[in-house]
């Protein structure tokens, strides 16, 4: 009541025409002769001034607004980009960022939110592992790095295991499985994972695994778990581990070379998500991981092992198709001329790649040229102008003087 009555007996000094006495009135009224003086000039209360908070986060306010604009991309995921690239120097810590982007109205786009049902298993039982496909990350100087990265979870524990991968191909995947159990220090009873083609293929809508990959699920000595067509949930572990590859986004222009991305993916990436508490255990996984790993069982025979991805190569495909391995070469499609293919050697197959996708599979032979049939024919097709019949007899009688010459 006191701004009231103050504002009342300044309002009838002024219908008298009568000065008012600041002083006396502070007094009256014990406050600041100023606020008086305040009062009077502005006829009623006169409103705070607002005043702008600073904060030490504000020099970081348009990096934070950058990498909050990335697609997929988390608080959690531009925090420490932040701290990768400044060593460490920020002005607070996580819970003090956040406080600051909540103050700012500063928000990340929507991630993936969709449910994911989650069950439990005794220790040592169940990894879970997955692809996140297809991440673009440019370098410092703009080059433009395109690869995947195997995503694996113990199914007790949560641990976590990321590793870089250029392709997705079956070799690819039992390289990133058997690098996943060293690190872990042993292997689990099962691995589930969904219908990938690295691992299976269908034929009229039947599902049947790769016989390189049962064949090594077998050596290995784990059990294959695949989930059911369609419902990726029953892995949802490693669904859910797959939202902090998606910190690898706020590293975008950030990184200076290949051999620094993928530290910072099997490194830094994969150790922070280990330490953070996991909302289904309330525990980070590795502490829970110190109780699960002397349930791990023995990798086993590792020189056996290391066969089935022993030998990689890579060339580009010249105008004659041929690819070489030893003193062989082998045929691919004739639009693949100028690309580069992967080519692996898994027992006595050779299995020819291209951007991820299996484009041929030769057995290996003491022929010095092997073309297959039909590679043979599109390409003799598109330099003669001639009937189909025509081109197949053409490419037979040439085909069988090069397999005459093996021969020899």
């Given at each position: 009541m006191t701004d009231d009555n103050l504002l009342g007996e300044l309002r009838i000094m002024d219908d008298f025409h009568i000065k008012p006495n600041y002083s006396e009135l502070a007094r009256k009224y014990k406050m600041d002769r100023h606020t008086v003086k305040k009062y009077h000039e502005n006829g009623k209360i006169p409103e705070r001034k607002k005043v702008n908070r600073q904060?030490?986060?504000?020099?970081?306010?348009?990096?934070?607004?950058?990498?909050?604009?990335?697609?997929?991309?988390?608080?959690?995921?531009?925090?420490?980009?932040?701290?990768?690239?400044?060593?460490?120097?920020?002005p607070g810590d996580y819970s003090s960022?956040?406080?600051?982007?909540?103050?700012?109205?500063?928000?990340?786009?929507k991630t993936d939110d969709t449910p994911h049902v989650l069950y439990e298993t005794d220790p040592g039982e169940q990894l879970q592992c997955d692809w996140k496909e297809d991440i673009h990350t440019h370098l410092k100087d703009g080059t433009l790095y395109r690869y995947s990265v195997f995503s694996a979870t113990l199914g007790y524990s949560r641990e976590h295991i990321f590793i870089y991968s250029r392709g997705r191909t079956s070799e690819d995947f039992m390289r990133c499985l058997i690098e996943t159990f060293k690190r872990l220090g042993g292997k689990t009873k099962t691995v589930k994972t969904d219908n990938m083609s690295a691992v299976v293929s269908f034929n009229s809508?039947?599902?049947?695994?790769?016989?390189?990959?049962?064949?090594?699920?077998?050596d290995l000595e784990v059990k294959l778990e695949l989930c059911d067509v369609r419902t990726p949930e029953t892995k949802g572990k490693c669904e859910s581990a797959n939202r902090f590859v998606n910190w690898i986004r706020a590293f975008d222009y950030q990184i200076s070379d290949e051999e620094e991305l993928i530290s910072v993916?099997?490194?830094?990436?994969?150790?922070?998500?280990?330490?953070i508490v996991n909302q289904s255990t309330?525990?980070?996984p590795a502490k829970l991981f110190l109780k699960e790993k002397d349930k791990l069982q023995p990798l086993g025979n590792k020189i056996l092992l290391e066969n089935y991805i022993r030998e990689h190569r890579r060339q580009k495909v010249p105008s004659t198709l041929l690819v070489s391995y030893k003193r062989a070469q082998y045929s691919v499609p004739k639009k693949y001329i100028g690309k580069v293919v992967d080519i692996y050697i898994i027992s006595d197959q050779l299995y020819i790649y291209y951007n991820s996708s299996l484009i041929t599979i030769h057995s290996i032979s003491q022929n010095p040229v092997n073309y297959k049939n039909e590679h043979y024919k599109e390409a003799l097709a598109a330099r003669l102008k001639t009937n189909e019949e025509d081109i197949s007899e053409?490419?037979?009688?040439?085909?069988n003087r090069l397999n005459q010459l093996g021969g020899d």
């Open positions: 904060s030490k986060w504000d020099e970081y306010f348009d990096e934070i607004q950058s990498l909050m604009a990335l697609t997929s991309t988390t608080k959690m995921a531009v925090f420490q980009s932040l701290y990768y690239q400044n060593n460490g120097n920020l960022f956040k406080a600051y982007t909540w103050r700012k109205n500063l928000t990340c786009n809508g039947e599902r049947k695994i790769h016989p390189v990959i049962k064949s090594f699920f077998d993916i099997e490194n830094q990436i994969t150790a922070q998500c280990n330490s309330g525990i980070p053409i490419a037979q009688k040439n085909l």
